[in-house]
């Protein structure tokens, strides 16, 4: 059994999204019910990360607008990505909570980890929030090990059913940050298409598998073996940051694909793998999970249950 530290905090409960959305609290409430059930899970205490942290990624006048709705009833930054009053506090706290993750991975505190915050982050953009996120956990996270750790090679794979649009445009023209994607194509956000693979000095470090509606478990273990692993065999990642929504489950009610819970334990094996070899060794896999989409309880609750018994035991 490996030493797995969680991010989960009621403070992440509220960021309201408003009656009948589907980015609602009560996931966080059903993955709740799955982290409960096992007392050997690490619980990691998360923080606010700071403006400047943030500021990495993001423009000063986005940064300026998610704080200014702490004063705010109930707003809209795009038709689909609301605001409450809570939602700052919960966009600050969700980057903060992954970079507590991704640290604590790094100082060995534990093996590897799993962050549950919301809002979501990867279809954030430098100068927008969009698609319910608000601020781009995973970039952030991406960039802290580039910065902080020095690192050369951090590799984002990306699980969610829709392409993270705003992680592969932060590191399209790097070789530092290898963004990979499975995602239904095409679909929301339009963005992830096989040809792009990025340019100049990030020119190959892209990598999108798009899949047809009703994609499965084969389909995506046929990526994995043909595609996915061989790139990052190639790359040697240092680190290995996953964009874990689990809306491809097969009972999501937004994504039309049919993975079931084994598919997510296949992704999670191979990426556990990769990380073991090239990112820990001896040392323990700096891998770090990070909650994304997923919209039926239960299937979040199945998908979540796979990368614990894969990365956990
Ligand atoms: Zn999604």
């Known amino acids: 059994m490996s030493k797995t530290g969680i991010i989960w905090d009621s403070r992440f409960l509220k960021h309201d999204t408003g009656k009948g959305h589907p980015e609602c609290p009560r996931r966080l409430l059903a993955i709740k019910e799955v982290l409960d059930t096992d007392s050997t899970l690490i619980r990691l205490v998360p923080r606010a990360a700071t403006e400047e942290e943030i500021g990495w990624v993001h423009s000063k006048e986005h940064i300026e607008n998610v704080k200014k709705t702490a004063n705010a009833d109930h707003g809209y930054f795009d038709l689909d990505t609301p605001f409450g009053s809570g939602s700052s506090e919960s966009a600050f706290l969700a980057v903060g909570g992954l970079l507590e993750a991704v640290e604590s991975v790094w100082t060995k505190k534990v093996d590897n980890a799993f962050a549950f915050p919301r809002p979501p982050g990867h279809h954030a953009e430098s100068t927008r929030a969009m698609g319910f996120c608000l601020f781009n956990n995973i970039a952030v996270a991406a960039e802290y090990l580039v910065r902080q750790k020095g690192l050369k090679r951090v590799a984002i794979v990306d699980i969610d059913v829709h392409h993270g649009n705003g992680t592969q445009h932060f ?20 963005t992830g298409a096989a040809h792009e693979t990025g340019e100049g000095k990030g020119k190959g470090y892209t990598l999108n598998l798009p899949f047809d509606a009703l994609g499965d478990d084969d389909d995506y273990k046929k990526g994995y073996d043909e595609k996915i692993l061989p790139a990052l065999h190639e790359y040697r990642p240092e680190f290995v940051l996953v964009s874990a929504g689990f809306d491809a489950h097969k009972r999501d009610p937004l994504g039309g694909m049919k993975i079931t819970k084994g598919g997510f334990k296949m992704m999670a094996r191979n990426l556990l793998d990769v990380a073991q070899k090239y990112a820990g060794g001896a040392t323990g896999a700096k891998i770090v999970f990070v909650l ?18 894969v990365i956990h035991g």
């Open 171 to 190: 590191f399209y023209d790097r070789d530092d940050v290898f963004y990979i994607s499975t995602h239904r194509f095409p679909f929301y956000p339009g």
């Open 292 to 309: 994304e989409g997923g919209y039926d309880m239960k299937g979040l609750q199945e998908g979540v249950e796979a990368i614990l018994e």
